[in-house]
């Protein structure tokens, strides 16, 4: 069992930054590919950022692809996620979540992912 949880949330005004983290209780931390999803009201879950395991790789959408950086410290079982540039369209709740699987063809897609955390909120003002 791994569990995962975020911080880091909070309001700022349109072009702030934040750095979301999530600390895991997994052993094998390095192992896992880690995301970053968000949810809007009224919206579905959508992929922000992925950082495959053993930190090889690194996938973002394009939303935020250029603002949003997903990084992982594999000796602190952590991953962050630095975002700056905000906009009030990034308003969501941002999950972390991991996958123990070997290969994760798809790091976009969030069946991918056993594991999820209990989200943190992020508001950004116009």
């Known amino acids: 069992q791994v569990q995962l949880v975020e911080s880091g949330g909070g309001s700022v005004p349109a072009g702030g930054s934040l750095r979301l983290s999530c600390a895991t209780s997994?052993?094998?931390?390095?192992?896992?590919?880690m995301g970053w999803f968000r949810q809007a009201p009224g919206k579905e879950r959508e992929f922000v950022a992925a950082?495959?395991?053993?930190?090889?790789?690194?996938h973002y959408a394009d939303s935020v692809r250029g603002r949003f950086t997903i990084s992982r410290d594999n000796d602190k079982d952590a991953v962050y996620l630095q975002m700056n540039s905000l906009q009030p369209e990034d308003t969501a709740v941002y999950y972390c979540?991991?996958?123990?699987?070997?290969?994760?063809?798809?790091?976009?897609?969030?069946?991918?992912?056993?594991?999820w955390g209990q989200g943190t909120q992020v508001t950004v003002s116009s």
């Open positions: 950082a495959m395991w053993g930190g090889s790789s690194l």
């Open positions: 997994g052993s094998t931390f390095n192992s896992y590919t």
């Open positions: 979540a991991a996958s123990t699987a070997q290969a994760v063809g798809r790091p976009d897609e969030s069946y991918n992912y056993e594991y």
